[in-house]
């Protein structure tokens, strides 16, 4: 299975360096919105900036862009098993 790397960036970049195997990008897209709500309910924000303020940016094993999009455009109440909707 390929490898996704699922960054976090607010002008300063952490950098997911292990990476997740995923069977395809759909997967990847899910599990990248999944990782951004469990921060977001896990803390109020991250080196002192609130999560709004924070991208998501997913990176397969070729270093190509699968998505991106800001923490403030994940719908908290969305669940990874029915791709997002409610």
Do not use: Q
Request: glycine share 10%.
């Amino acid at each position: 299975m390929p490898l996704y790397y699922f960054h976090i960036h607010n002008g300063d970049t952490i950098r997911d360096t292990d990476g997740t195997e995923l069977p395809d990008h759909d997967s990847a897209r899910a599990h990248a919105n999944g990782v951004a709500r469990e921060l977001m309910e896990n803390s109020e924000g991250i080196l002192g900036d609130e999560w709004s303020n924070w991208r998501m940016i997913v990176h397969d094993e070729d270093g190509d862009e699968v998505t991106s999009f800001g923490f403030s455009e994940v719908d908290k109440d969305a669940s990874d098993d029915n791709g997002g909707a409610t």
